[in-house]
């Protein structure tokens, strides 16, 4: 395994981490505030290539591979999450399905505008009664003519409202169980598609989650993604590769929050010496530091394994598991190590802290993520 990064990887990465520090962090505020990214950072993400990261270049994109890719995620995971979700949700589950899976007129004609950031892509996969059970689905795809007529709902969609190209799986055949589910390239545009209710959450202000609705939704047949049947199996693959790219992200903000906690204690003077000279406090630090590095290891080599084109579906799992709840540890003792500083609105801690609990809970909680582990182990042993 050879994680060395390429020259081209490398300078990408430091106009990046530039460009974060500059332009991103300067408003990092105002997005929380305002739940909305400046138009200006979307311009500049855009003249950037950030929307086309995993795009091939045929097609306008970076063509960048995964490992190269996480390294990028790394740096943007390092401000505002809501703006590391659009980037992360469109580069990721946004649009990997087409990459992937697409045929070459499906490319042709999609590939070009996600890549420019001028159409932005979701996944849609969840319902209201098809969460962690992700295969009781009810939407359904029903064969008319030249179409498929979708109806139903999906909730939580990210980029839900900025987005134009929708991966939906829906239910061709509900005989078939898990081989009867089907996925669908779906524009906004389309008749009988809806964007319904816009979520306000807890965090990651900025990234707008929503309900989709179709009723009666024109969707033609040469939109079908991949082979008929094989939704759910193309869903577990799309999951794989955005699980990588989201422990990626996770790193880099659990590396801005030690960061920042290194910087808060060799500053903060209690008892006449530097907080970080307190053992309790050094020892928050070292633990923090360790299972950072640790992610760090862990995730080059799954994404690693995705560039090999080897099954990562167990490892991207245990990845995506172990980055989330790095990232939930380590923000809780950087608001403990800041004390009430990092407790407080006005101090980027407290929205790191909220905003890292989603990441154990959505493209798959914890919870799978173990029913998943162990399913493969099972196997692996019988």
């Not at 990562?312 to 190590?337: C, P, T, W």
Request: charged letters at 25%.
């Amino acid at each position: 395994m050879d994680f060395n990064l390429s020259e081209d990887i490398l300078f990408l990465k430091r106009n990046v981490r530039d460009f974060i520090q500059n332009e991103v962090e300067k408003v990092a505020m105002q997005i929380e505030e305002e739940n909305k990214i400046p138009e200006k950072i979307i311009k500049l993400s855009k003249e950037m290539g950030l929307f086309g990261l995993n795009i091939p270049e045929e097609y306008g994109g970076l063509g960048i591979n995964m490992v190269g890719k996480c390294a990028l995620y790394e740096e943007i995971g390092a401000t505002h999450n809501g703006y590391t979700t659009l980037i992360g949700g469109h580069t990721g589950i946004g649009t990997v399905g087409i990459v992937e899976m697409g045929d070459e007129r499906q490319k042709k004609k999609y590939l070009p505008d996600m890549a420019s950031g001028d159409r932005i892509g979701a996944f849609a996969l969840t319902e209201p009664e098809a969460g962690s059970h992700a295969t009781n689905l009810k939407t359904t795809a029903m064969r008319s003519g030249g179409k498929f007529i979708l109806n139903g709902t999906k909730h939580y969609i990210t980029n839900a409202t900025e987005a134009d190209i929708f991966t939906v799986m829906a239910v061709t055949d509900s005989s078939k169980g898990a081989k009867g589910i089907t996925s669908f390239i779906v524009e906004k545009d389309f008749p009988g598609f809806h964007i319904g209710k816009v979520e306000k959450k807890m965090g990651l202000h900025g990234s707008h989650s929503a309900e989709i609705i179709m009723e009666n939704c024109e969707v033609p047949i040469e939109n079908v993604l991949g082979e008929e049947g094989q939704g759910y199996v193309n869903a577990l693959k799309i999951l794989a590769n955005g699980r990588a790219g989201l422990a990626a992200r996770n790193l880099g903000s659990s590396q801005k929050l030690l960061d920042l906690s290194v910087t808060f204690a060799k500053n903060r003077v209690q008892f006449n010496k530097p907080i970080i000279e307190h053992q309790a406090v050094a020892h928050m630090l070292a633990e923090m530091a360790v299972e950072i590095e640790a992610l760090r290891s862990f995730m080059y080599r799954v994404a690693w394994m995705v560039d090999e084109g080897k099954n990562v579906i167990k490892e991207a799992a245990m990845v995506k598991l172990y980055g989330s709840e790095v990232y939930n540890r380590v923000a809780d003792k950087a608001l403990q190590v800041h004390g009430g500083i990092g407790y407080m609105a006005d101090y980027p801690i407290e929205r790191f802290y909220r905003d890292a609990r989603i990441t154990r809970i959505y493209e798959g909680t914890s919870e799978i993520q173990k029913n998943i582990i162990a399913g493969r182990l099972n196997k692996e042993y019988s």
